[in-house]
């Protein structure tokens, strides 16, 4: 999607029709930004609170609170993986 747009906006200027998106960025809209040591906090600390609620014998509850710390250490590798994969500068 970035490319298209990368190449729409050099169509353009090549065209010289769009003056206003020469000065506009070609950057992505949003940026996201991940703390992954936080993330992984998180889930460590929601791993000991479903330890503690199986212990209690609520393991519904537990089984919820694993789910939740799934979760996390899921979006925490999928932060990881997406600056791995970052593409460099063109």
Do not use: W
Not at 13 to 23: E, P, R, S
Not at 63 to 69: G, P, V
């Amino acid at each position: 999607m970035r490319r298209r747009i990368s190449a729409l906006v050099l169509t353009a200027v090549m065209a010289g029709t769009g003056a206003a998106l020469v000065t506009a960025p070609t950057a992505q809209a949003a940026s996201i930004t991940c703390d992954t040591a936080k993330l992984r906090h998180d889930a460590d600390v929601l791993y000991q609170q479903a330890a503690r609620q199986k212990r209690a014998g609520q393991r519904e509850a537990a089984r919820r609170t694993i789910a939740q710390a799934d979760a996390l250490k899921h979006r925490a590798a999928q932060c990881d993986a997406s600056e791995r994969n970052q593409p460099g500068h063109f």
